[in-house]
């Protein structure tokens, strides 16, 4: 057996195949939700007597803005210009702080900063005389790019395409996507230099994204949520769609493979069409990208460190405890930037798949698969989609969900069975994809994911069963789990509305919703931590496809084959974090995470939950966890919950169903 999967994560540890190699003497910030209000979590004690910070993404990412001199470079699926970034500070960031993001920027441009807008072209969206639309996506590109359209921004739509040929346009739109999101700017750094900063993950800039752990339904929103209503599944005026997600803040070398993505990108969106080359060379949009090795106080990569680290690029020494090792992983194909090799010899050297004149990056996957592999106590993953390896289906396996992540958790769990060891997994998703729950592609997901269910869950049994393992059931070993909340109305506070229905003659009152999981990130051990804009599904993990980001990092010194002991460093407190947020407080039993005393608590919790979610009258959730509704009995099998087998709320079946009129792509 390979001895990085036998003996779990090292020192050293680094994904082989990747275009980016790893990088040391990094910074990295973990974050949970668009804000974090002050004392709205515990605190979580970590290794060297500190106490794990809980830091608020949009309030940070909008004070680097602020504070950037020569740039700031933004790439993403949607970006609105009318979003408000800081809302609940905790200080005073600037004098206007319902300043919108597009104001900030233009600000900023005229201070002599470049920011250069790197978006998403939803092709279904335009704004001509004969008429308007916001398009199949509804991701304001048109509208954002009309803002900046006479100001000194640079702000740039790219479609995504690939080389297939569709049955329609529709389908060419929303078979790919450019999902990538990161923003890029200068930073303080050591005496007078400046350094790179980049954020990355899940959290678009955007109407609807910004919440907090305690997940509002109704209150303020008329103050906090003004004007930032989102909920595909309901009228108008409410209840919101909480958000949950993951974002990060990176520092250090590998900040400059992050700015290296953006480069790549946009010098292929300035040359998409030819008679956009001619215009963009008129208009000299490529040589808006600034060159900063030539920028004296912006440190910068030295030519004699081409593929290792400069250590002047490190933001921390190899001896600080609190030090990260990070990698910037991708998935992207050599139609959406500039720079991949275009023979097969050089792309196979630079870690890249050649196909049929495409060259590919799909280093993601190939992360997830070996951190899955090394894991030796236990996963713990929130993603917004979870389907693959449809080959080991009980049916649909021609499907072409064929990722290896799903299958690749159910033989760990396995491996562990067989061994004689603990070791727990658990996955939280939406309770349905974001969309109305009685549309085709939101029901085809669900069937599908649905599938994936049922081959791990299946896995998992024919083992305990061949292992002979007494008192042991699948959920032991694997679980998934959804977040929602309930709200009491108080006498200030509009009533519940009613949920939006096509097929029901009745509108429900609600006060319960779930709350979005839009999170793309993983822990393992709690050493290893990926984040990114990937989901798990083909769309995401193929390459070829929705183009993503991701990073995997670890801090060197908290790694458990050099301390002999659980390691409670960054990433620990990140999970602990997190589930005090969803779970709604931190017990002794979370520190082992593989053990069956905790995947038996918070499952005990999670039905508990469910029960008190389902019932018509009010009760308060602990925490938003919540079983995912689906009963697994002893051989594995996966059946609806008895007398579930259709969302609260709204239409649809739990569990899905198969569509003969989309195309198997648009939804794996």
Known sequence: MNSVYENGFSENYQVQQSYFPLRRGGRLTLFQDAHITDGSLP???????????????????????????????????????????????????????????????????????????????????????????????????????KFFKDSTVRCMLAPRFTNSTFRNFKEQVCLNNSVTWCVIVDTQGDANNRKLTAFLGGLDLCGGRYDTPEHRLYRDRDTVFKDDFHNPSTVHHGPREPWHDLHCRLEGPAAHDVLTNFKQRWRKACEWAETRILINRMLGWEKHMLDIDQIPWITSPSTTFPTEDDPSL??????????????????????????????????????????KNLVIDRSIEIAYIQAIRSAQRFIYIENQYFIGSSYA?????????????????????????????????????????????????????????????????????????????????????????????????QENEAGPSTLASSSSPSHKKVDRFMIYVHSKGMIVDDEYVMIGSANINQRSLAGSRDTEIAIGSYQPHYILNKRKDHPCGQVYGYRMSLWA????????????????????????????????????????????????????????????????????????????????????????
């Not at 920027?105 to 005389?129: A, H, P």
């Not at 599908?448 to 959920?475: C, G, N």
């Open 581 to 668: 947020e969803h779970i709604g407080a931190i017990k002794s039993c979370f520190k082992a995470p593989e053990g069956l005393d905790c995947v038996r608590c918070i499952n005990d919790i999670a039905e508990r939950n469910w029960r008190r979610y389902t019932t018509d009258e009010f009760t308060r959730l602990q925490g938003h966890i919540i079983k995912y509704p689906v009963d697994i009995d002893l051989n594995g099998q996966v059946n609806p919950l008895p007398g579930f087998e259709d969302f609260p709320d709204v239409d649809g079946l739990i569990g899905g169903t198969r569509s003969g009129k989309l195309p198997r792509q648009l939804t794996t």
């Open 314 to 355: 490190w933001v921390s020494n190899e001896d600080d405890p609190q030090t990260w090792h990070t990698q910037v992983f991708r998935s992207i194909d050599s139609g959406s930037l500039k720079g991949f090799p275009e023979d097969a010899d050089a792309a196979y050297r630079d870690n890249l798949v050649f196909d």
């Open 43 to 145: 605190k979580i004690k970590i290794d060297e007597g500190i106490s794990y910070e809980h830091g608020k993404c949009w309030e940070e990412n909008c004070r680097a803005m602020i504070e950037a001199r020569d740039f700031i470079y933004i790439l993403g699926w949607s970006v609105y210009h009318k979003v408000v970034l800081v809302r609940e500070p905790a200080s005073q960031l600037y004098d206007d702080e319902s300043l919108m993001l597009g104001d900030l920027l233009k600000k900023k441009s005229e201070q002599g900063v470049r920011v250069l807008m790197l978006i998403w072209k939803d092709k279904t969206s335009f704004n001509k005389f004969f008429g308007k639309s916001k398009g199949l996506m509804k991701s304001h590109d048109k509208e954002t790019h």
């Open 393 to 489: 289906w009980p049916s649909d396996q021609d499907a072409g969900a064929n990722n290896l992540v799903p299958i690749e958790i159910a033989l760990k769990i396995a491996s562990k069975i067989r061994a004689r060891e603990r070791f727990t997994v658990y996955i939280v998703i939406p309770m349905w994809p974001e969309g109305r729950t009685d549309s085709m592609s939101v029901e085809q997901i669900l069937y599908w994911q649905r599938q994936t269910m049922k081959m791990m869950y299946r896995v998992v049994a024919q083992e305990l069963q061949f292992s002979q393992i007494e008192d042991a059931h699948p959920t032991d070993y694997l679980n998934f789990y959804w977040l929602g909340t309930r709200e009491e109305f």
